[in-house]
Antibody
Framework: QVQLVESGGGVVQPGRSLRLSCAASGFTFTTYAMYWVRQPPGKGLEWVAFISYDGREEFYSDSVRGRFTISRDNSKNTLYLQMNSLRGEDTAVYYC???????????????WGKGNTVTVSS | EKVMTQSPATLSVSPGERATLSCRASQSVSSNLAWYQQKPGQAPRLLIYGASTRATGIPARFSGSGSGTEFTLTISSLQSEDFAIYYCQQYTQWPLTFGGGTKVEI
């Protein structure tokens, strides 16, 4: 079935780096744009980053631009989020999500992973 | 940045009742508006896109309306499994932005 599985989260000190992965299965990964969305503890949803289906286009929220990098390996059906210079306010559950339309971005998300927790603390 | 404001923050309803949730955009987002449902400990689930089109597998009791800056999600007869937090999201412009959510509780 269609599935996204995140991994790579954990506890990290401020200023350090972490890379999240999102393994896709059950659909043609190479034809869908992808997103990272995060949710701080007890708070709402915040869009973090976007990458087009072919990896040629990327967009970031102001809060992470210059520190985070989204990428994808279409040969491995895997999405990544490289997070550098982490701060306490980056503490959140990170979700990867699929665009609802092939080849778009249409920019809403119809398939979500279960989420992966990142805690930034000394 | 388009700011999305949801009201009320909490909606107390009984099973079988109708629930009406509001979402307002600071500037027009046309019909580029989605609604998501999130239950505790779970990922969000897409309910509505294009302001009024139900996503695959979403029951007919969920309906969306509106365009421009004012949107509504209506749950016609609340079932026990509908008690959750609901978020709206605009996708007319980067950055994508979500509303703060409406918690539907008993």
């Amino acid at each position: 079935q269609v599935q996204l599985v995140e991994s790579g989260g954990g506890v990290v000190q401020p200023g350090r780096s972490l890379r999240l992965s999102c393994a896709a299965s059950g659909f043609t990964f190479t034809t869908y744009a992808m997103y990272w969305v995060r949710q701080p503890p007890g708070k709402g949803l915040e869009w973090v980053a976007f990458i087009s289906y072919d990896g040629r286009e990327e967009f970031y929220s102001d809060s992470v631009r210059g520190r985070f990098t989204i990428s994808r390996d279409n040969s491995k059906n895997t999405l990544y989020l490289q997070m550098n210079s982490l701060r306490g306010e980056d503490t959140a559950v990170y979700y990867c999500a699929r665009d609802s339309v092939e080849f778009s971005p249409y920019a809403n998300m119809d398939v979500w992973g279960k989420g992966n927790t990142v805690t930034v603390s000394s | 940045e388009k700011v999305m404001t949801q009201s009320p923050a909490t909606l107390s309803v009984s099973p079988g009742e109708r629930a009406t949730l509001s979402c307002r955009a600071s500037q027009s987002v046309s019909s580029n508006l989605a609604w998501y449902q999130q239950k505790p400990g779970q990922a969000p689930r897409l309910l509505i896109y294009g302001a009024s089109t139900r996503a695959t597998g979403i029951p007919a009791r969920f309906s969306g309306s509106g365009s421009g800056t004012e949107f509504t999600l209506t749950i016609s007869s609340l079932q026990s499994e509908d008690f959750a937090i609901y978020y709206c999201q605009q996708y007319t412009q980067w950055p994508l932005t979500f509303g703060g959510g409406t918690k539907v509780e008993i």
